[in-house]
């Protein structure tokens, strides 16, 4: 289906003025100098302004959905936009590239926006440490930091998102802050996180709860939250205990109950890196996930993660498992399986080669098992 490009331009029209309209009134001499030499010099405008990106490519064959496929493709790319107007003020703008797969466009290389929002930093406040707040379309609480630690998203996305829980940003508001004070620098080249606090880190926010590609379709505001702690800090920073939540509506006009709960344990050292996860609740973000009364199925599941990385952190074993249980109250519930083994080299810092198996396997569900295998490559600027 053939996506407007008129949010983007609209978007990117807005960052500009906005970047311009912010260097010229923090210039001493602006206003006494003639209108047309009020606009910021070629050297400002370049002060404090970042662009980077992030791309994954891949070979695929395999079987899904009952059809055997055999193709090269742009699973994603990124590309992110920062600037920096003072200490507290900045903002980001991250189009989102993908192919489409659907309506009259089918094939097209499509773009929308995944992240557009002001960021304000905040001063220490107590336990909280470099919190800071971003307004507009933001990071919902935990699929960015999960990826902080799990560094597969060329491979797929995560548990949760990937059973269709939740998803990364949304339009909304999110306060952020690390826990307790920093780690030191050698703590934090482990970890390689930006969620570096010395206990832990915290996140909640406010969204419309249809996620950052969905319409706002009920009055409902979805509330989530994220806690991190590391409760051996002092003697074992590398172990985290973690809860993620959320409570709202599914996002349809009849607002069905989405409500989620998830307990996450991560272990990162510098050669292994280790997470378990167990979530339940009732219904889904999108709101489809209903019974034959319409009512939000209850689910629960689980995944275990894994990161074995040798000959100088040149190359990493990954496993994971995926547990999915849609009906767990029911005698024959149906559940899905899925197993992903791979071999990465990463040849320079945040690129990496990937070769991958996943197989998904069916109980009780009208679905046809599914087997992937890739080879795939991720790339940062």
């Not at 289906?1 to 009134?25: E, H, R």
């Not at 193709?71 to 200490?87: C, E, T, V």
């Amino acid at each position: 289906m053939k996506k407007s490009v008129l949010p983007f331009v609209l978007t990117s029209m807005l960052f500009l003025a906005t970047n311009a309209f912010l260097i010229a009134q923090n210039s001493p001499e602006s206003t006494d100098k003639p209108a047309h030499d009020q606009y910021p010099s070629s050297s400002k405008w370049n002060d404090d302004l970042s662009i980077t990106g992030q791309w994954f490519l891949s070979y695929l064959a395999g079987e899904k959905k009952g059809t055997e496929f055999n193709q090269f493709d742009l699973k994603r790319g990124y590309i992110n936009i920062r600037k920096k107007f003072s200490q507290k003020i900045s903002v980001r703008m991250t189009p989102d590239i993908s192919v489409d797969r659907e309506g009259d466009g089918e094939g097209d290389i499509e773009m929308r926006l995944k992240y557009c929002y002001l960021k304000y930093s905040l001063p220490n406040l107590s336990f909280f440490t470099t919190p800071y707040l971003e307004f507009g379309l933001v990071h919902r609480p935990w699929i960015d930091f999960e990826q902080e630690i799990n560094r597969y998203r060329v491979q797929g996305t995560m548990f949760l998102e990937r059973i269709g829980m939740v998803n990364s940003g949304d339009y909304g508001v999110t306060f952020i802050s690390d826990l307790g004070g920093t780690l030191s620098d050698e703590l934090i080249n482990v970890i390689n996180s930006p969620h570096t606090g010395k206990w832990g880190s915290f996140a909640i926010g406010l969204y419309n709860g249809g996620g950052y590609h969905g319409l706002e379709k009920n009055m409902n505001k979805t509330l989530e939250t994220r806690v991190s702690v590391r409760p051996l800090s002092q003697f074992f920073p590398y172990l985290q205990l973690s809860y993620y939540g959320a409570y709202g509506k599914g996002n349809t006009e009849a607002a069905p109950d989405w409500v989620l709960n998830c307990g996450f344990i991560s272990l990162e050292q510098k050669n292994a890196i280790l997470t378990a996860m167990y979530s339940q609740g009732r219904g889904n973000y999108t709101g489809t996930l209903l019974n034959n009364q319409d009512e939000s199925m209850k689910h629960s599941g689980y995944s275990l993660y894994t990161e074995i990385l040798f000959l100088n952190r040149k190359f990493s074993i990954i496993g994971r498992y995926d547990y999915n249980d849609l009906n767990p109250l029911s005698a024959n519930n149906p559940y899905s399986q899925r197993y992903i083994a791979g071999l990465a080299y990463h040849f320079s810092e945040g690129c990496k080669i990937l070769i991958d198996y996943d197989n998904v396997c069916f109980q009780h569900i009208d679905e046809p098992n599914e087997k992937v295998f890739e080879f795939a490559v991720e790339l940062r600027y």
